[in-house]
């Protein structure tokens, strides 16, 4: 590891600085037995996506609330009662033991934060979706196709001033404020300070301190989860997250149909917004308190799959600035993750273009003897046993299929075995046969 500061390093250097820290956590194991685990488990884990060949294929769990129904509990009781809820991530983990624990922090949010806030982006349980379901998108036009140059020119003030106010109830207050560049001289502060004074952003700060509280008693009772799990012999996976710039654009900001007839109507804002959120999502990873908890940066992909847009518009909207983030990211000794959601068949070759042995993709429905060929030559490929085989197969199918496919995807190193998509329930013996295997045959 360099000793030099860190903007005198080398990516390489960095990625090895961010791997030591993720070997060796700052923390003391209660037994020998414990340290040996997590050493094995992190350098099996970090061999994979280094593409090199290690004792065994390492396994990770993507689950949702599975946790939660695996302790006889409801999604609406995980994002309800924060005692059940670290309880039942805690004993998934110690039941299946994985090679990373699963992690409760996607999944353990009281909803009383978003219903404090005035969280319109989503439904989720108890509040517009079942309590025994996940959450859902409210899929709208959260941006106006009127916005784009609003975005393109300050991100920032784009999403304080306008964004907020429209999805976050708590929010409405900040449409009011004048621009915080009144700030450079003195004649114009008070025209910013006054909006502060409005009784929408009275009412909204209110409900932003009284949020506050919950997200601090949801860190009490869940963060020592983790350390708990870390000293019982089992690392962290992915540390951080972002988006694709066309994500971050076509999910939440337009929407599916919005960004789909923008592509047609006005492709070259389409670009334009996507190149200017290269930087937005780099520093995303960064801006949170802390920095990333290990290199591995968790990248959800949506509309890039098949089937969404063509080969052509792949080429024009999608790749070239999710690779750009993707670099970025590399030249910070981060490990990009990608989580090919979908099918990426027709996308292989075009995300082969990367830097070898420097991220790890997630496929879901995609041939992974095609990946193997294809971008598992440059990158550790992840996945795939299907959640239907997991929901309604026999112990005996599961081993079949993860046979066939660590045949299929291990060879040589670089593969981790993983459900294709996110888990919120199965057959506990079903994902114990899964993991049994990659122990047993997946041996090098």
Same mark, same amino acid.
């Given at each position: 590891?360099?000793?030099?500061?860190?903007?005198?390093?080398?990516?390489?250097?960095?990625?090895?600085?961010?791997?030591?820290?993720?070997?060796?956590?700052?923390?003391?194991?209660?037994?020998?037995?414990?340290?040996?685990?997590?050493?094995?488990?992190?350098?099996?884990?970090?061999?994979?996506?280094?593409?090199?060949?290690?004792?065994?294929?390492?396994?990770?769990?993507?689950?949702?609330?599975?946790?939660?129904? %695996?302790?006889?509990?409801?999604?609406?009781?995980?994002?309800?009662?924060?005692? +059940?809820?670290?309880?039942?991530?805690?004993?998934?983990?110690?039941?299946?033991?994985?090679?990373?624990?699963?992690?409760?922090?996607?999944?353990?949010?009281?909803?009383?934060?978003?219903?404090? #806030?005035?969280?319109?982006?989503?439904?989720? =349980?108890?509040?517009?979706?079942?309590?025994?379901?996940?959450?859902?998108?409210?899929?709208?036009?959260?941006?106006?196709?009127?916005?784009?140059?609003?975005?393109?020119?300050? !991100?920032?003030?784009?999403?304080?001033?306008?964004?907020? =106010? @429209?999805?976050?109830?708590?929010?409405?207050?900040?449409?009011?404020?004048?621009?915080?560049?009144?700030?450079?001289?003195?004649?114009?502060?008070?025209?910013?300070?006054?909006?502060?004074?409005?009784?929408?952003?009275?009412?909204?700060?209110? +409900?932003?301190?009284?949020?506050?509280?919950?997200?601090?008693?949801?860190?009490?009772?869940?963060?020592?989860?983790?350390?708990?799990?870390?000293?019982?012999?089992?690392?962290?996976?992915?540390?951080?997250?972002?988006?694709?710039? /066309?994500?971050?654009?076509?999910?939440?900001?337009?929407?599916? +149909?919005?960004?789909?007839?923008?592509?047609?109507?006005?492709?070259?804002?389409?670009?334009?917004?996507?190149?200017?959120?290269? =930087?937005?999502?780099?520093?995303?990873?960064?801006?949170?308190?802390?920095? !990333?908890?290990? !290199?591995?940066?968790?990248?959800?992909? %949506?509309?890039?799959?098949?089937?969404?847009?063509?080969?052509?518009?792949? %080429? +024009?909207?999608?790749?070239?600035?999710?690779?750009?983030?993707?670099?970025?990211? #590399?030249?910070?000794?981060?490990?990009?993750?990608? /989580?090919?959601?979908?099918?990426?068949?027709?996308?292989?070759?075009?995300?082969?273009?990367?830097?070898?042995?420097?991220?790890?993709?997630?496929?879901?429905?995609?041939?992974?003897?095609?990946?193997?060929?294809?971008?598992?030559?440059?990158?550790?490929?992840?996945?795939?046993?299907?959640?239907?085989?997991?929901?309604?197969?026999?112990?005996?199918?599961?081993?079949?299929?993860? @046979?066939?496919?660590?045949?299929?995807?291990?060879?040589?190193?670089?593969?981790?075995?993983?459900?294709?998509?996110?888990?919120?329930?199965?057959?506990?013996?079903?994902? %114990?046969?899964?993991?049994?295997?990659?122990?047993?045959?997946?041996?090098?």
């Amino acid at each position: 590891m360099s000793d030099r500061p860190w903007a005198d390093m080398t990516a390489d250097e960095r990625r090895a600085s961010r791997l030591e820290q993720w070997r060796k956590p700052s923390l003391e194991f209660p037994t020998p037995e414990a340290a040996a685990d997590y050493k094995a488990r992190i350098d099996r884990l970090i061999a994979a996506l280094s593409l090199e060949i290690p004792d065994r294929v390492p396994v990770n769990i993507t689950s949702g609330f599975w946790p939660a129904v %695996h302790a006889g509990i409801t999604p609406y009781d995980a994002m309800t009662d924060l005692t +059940k809820a670290a309880k039942a991530w805690t004993e998934f983990t110690l039941d299946f033991k994985p090679d990373v624990f699963v992690s409760p922090l996607m999944y353990t949010i009281p909803g009383s934060l978003f219903e404090t #806030i005035d969280y319109k982006l989503y439904a989720w =349980p108890g509040h517009g979706a079942a309590k025994d379901a996940s959450y859902q998108y409210n899929e709208r036009e959260w941006m106006l196709p009127e916005d784009y140059d609003a975005l393109i020119s300050d !991100p920032t003030d784009f999403m304080l001033r306008t964004y907020l =106010p @429209r999805t976050v109830g708590a929010y409405a207050g900040f449409a009011g404020l004048s621009s915080v560049f009144d700030f450079v001289e003195l004649p114009f502060v008070p025209s910013h300070i006054g909006g502060w004074g409005s009784p929408e952003m009275i009412a909204g700060l209110e +409900k932003l301190t009284a949020a506050a509280r919950i997200v601090g008693e949801w860190s009490e009772a869940i963060f020592p989860v983790l350390g708990q799990l870390m000293a019982a012999g089992f690392p962290p996976y992915f540390g951080g997250a972002t988006k694709a710039p /066309f994500d971050i654009l076509g999910d939440t900001l337009r929407g599916t +149909k919005g960004v789909i007839m923008d592509m047609f109507r006005q492709p070259d804002k389409v670009v334009a917004a996507c190149e200017r959120l290269v =930087p937005v999502a780099i520093d995303w990873v960064f801006k949170r308190p802390g920095g !990333p908890a290990t !290199p591995v940066i968790f990248i959800p992909l %949506h509309k890039g799959a098949d089937g969404f847009m063509s080969d052509e518009q792949f %080429h +024009k909207f999608y790749w070239p600035t999710l690779r750009a983030v993707l670099l970025g990211l #590399i030249e910070e000794g981060c490990i990009p993750f990608l /989580f090919a959601e979908g099918r990426y068949g027709s996308r292989l070759e075009a995300i082969m273009d990367l830097p070898k042995g420097k991220t790890v993709w997630l496929f879901d429905q995609t041939d992974m003897a095609r990946a193997k060929k294809t971008i598992g030559t440059v990158a550790c490929i992840q996945g795939n046993v299907p959640l239907s085989l997991i929901y309604a197969g026999t112990p005996q199918e599961t081993v079949e299929y993860t @046979r066939g496919l660590i045949d299929s995807a291990a060879e040589g190193g670089g593969f981790i075995l993983d459900v294709g998509a996110v888990a919120d329930g199965g057959k506990p013996e079903n994902l %114990h046969a899964m993991i049994e295997t990659a122990a047993e045959y997946g041996r090098y």
